[in-house]
């Protein structure tokens, strides 16, 4: 018998995986984890039957998420990351030397422990080997209340706007990211898709919340095969740097870390998105 993974992208289209065997099945106080096992996609982690990474194409989105804010930053040093118990972003982060400590504020525990047993792809980092990574097992949104001028960097690699999520697609929380970040610093989130009307939809409300918080907020996409319909988004919120005008390749180059999608060329070209893309922006920036 063939078993396959099947996610709704909307409701009249579905992404399915072939799966060789289920690795992990569990419920958290927080959602449904599973890790699944493929062909194609390698080893793969799903929340509340919502495709979060695969061991093919999640350098895609954690170099993005990642290695934009830090080539843009000329030196961020003290970071926050929300979400993200799958560890991926924090692997990218510490590939940089000057990195003193980065906070990781995951609401499930159970997430981070998985990631650990089961893909240590990007999850063998959490074993803090070089004491830079802090843990906080709660909600990102309750714990940025109490945060001022602490940060450089923000990066929130969250679920998607709804179940434990939610509070980080909210004014309150854009708002308290500001308040948390140093007068230079920088808040990434993943922005959802612009494709299919309900992601789009999400996207826009997000912009819209960010933009009302925040002096600048520009876009950048990606291609991720595995997430609905590939196209992804990506916010750059900044007090003072600007992505590109205060972006310096050579700077990056010269910290000789290696990628493999992320390249200085790719940085430039990522923020010029779609006209379709511009025009929903637009629509909500003002
Ligand atoms: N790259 C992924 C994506 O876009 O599909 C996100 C991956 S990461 C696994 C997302 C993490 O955010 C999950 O582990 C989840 O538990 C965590 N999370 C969700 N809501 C949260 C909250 N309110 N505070 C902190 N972490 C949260």
Partial sequence: MELWFTENHTKNVRFSVKVTKQLYSGKSDFQSIDVFESPEFGRFLTLDGYMMLTEKDEFIYHEMITHVPMAVHPNA??????GGGDGGTVRELLRYDHVENIDLVE?????????RRYLPQTAACLANEDGRIRFFYED????????????????????????PGEGLFTMEFYGNCFKA??????????????FYDEDAY????????IV?????????????????SGHWLFGFATKKYHPLR????ERWQALGIKTKYYTTHIHKGAFYVPAYVEDMLKDVEY
Avoid: W
């Fill in 77 to 82: 040093r003290n970071i926050l990351v929300i």
């Fill in 107 to 115: 609401i499930d525990e159970q997430v981070v422990e998985v990631c």
């Fill in 140 to 163: 990102g949104l309750k714990y940025i209340r109490h945060c001022e001028d602490m940060y450089d960097l923000i990066i929130v690699d969250s679920t998607d706007p709804f179940g």
């Fill in 181 to 194: 970040l140093h007068e230079d610093g920088i808040m990434v989130n993943q922005h959802e898709s612009p």
């Fill in 202 to 209: 999400a996207m826009q409300r997000a912009h819209k919340r």
């Fill in 212 to 228: 009302s918080s925040f002096d600048m907020c520009r876009v950048y996409q990606a291609h991720i095969p595995t997430y609905p």
């Fill in 246 to 249: 205060d972006f310096d390749p």
